[in-house]
């Protein structure tokens, strides 16, 4: 390959990396979004877990999301679980993410819960996260 083309290749791989990088970086958000995560969430024999709390947000120009994820013990392990489609009015509304796990993975008792609202922007084409809202709080688990 001659050099022209693979230093340009290069520059151009650098600088979408470079922004791809600033663009996950945590934005300032609203001090009126938020999101809360309730002190109880469930997790059944099967290995479904179910998560809730309520949300707030403003100004969404691209989809929108509450995620969620959840630990136990010292673990650095953290399961995803689910995603639900927020609105962002400036209203308070509630979530509730349901997924499962391998069985025996979570059981009922202490577990520590992070909850996000993250929206998909349209930059220069490409949807790059914003971030609305995030919390992270220990929950109790309780059998269902």
Request: glycine share 12%; charged share 15%; hydrophobic share 40%.
């Amino acid at each position: 390959m001659p050099v022209r083309p693979a230093l340009a290749a290069a520059a151009a791989g650098a600088a979408a990396l470079a922004l791809l990088c600033a663009a996950v970086a945590p934005a300032t958000a609203d001090p009126n979004e938020t999101v809360t995560v309730d002190p109880t969430g469930r997790v059944a024999a099967d290995g479904t877990v179910t998560l809730s709390g309520t949300y707030r947000c403003t100004g969404g120009t691209g989809p929108v999301f509450v995620s969620s994820s959840v630990g136990q013990d010292s673990s650095t392990v953290r399961y995803g679980i689910g995603g639900t489609e927020a609105v962002c009015d400036g209203a308070a509304h509630t979530w509730v993410n349901t997924g499962k796990v391998e069985k025996d993975r979570l059981r009922p008792g202490a577990a520590r819960v992070e909850a996000t609202v993250m929206e998909l922007r349209p930059e220069g084409g490409l949807p790059l996260p914003y971030f609305h809202a995030h919390q992270e709080r220990e929950v109790t688990l309780g059998q269902g």
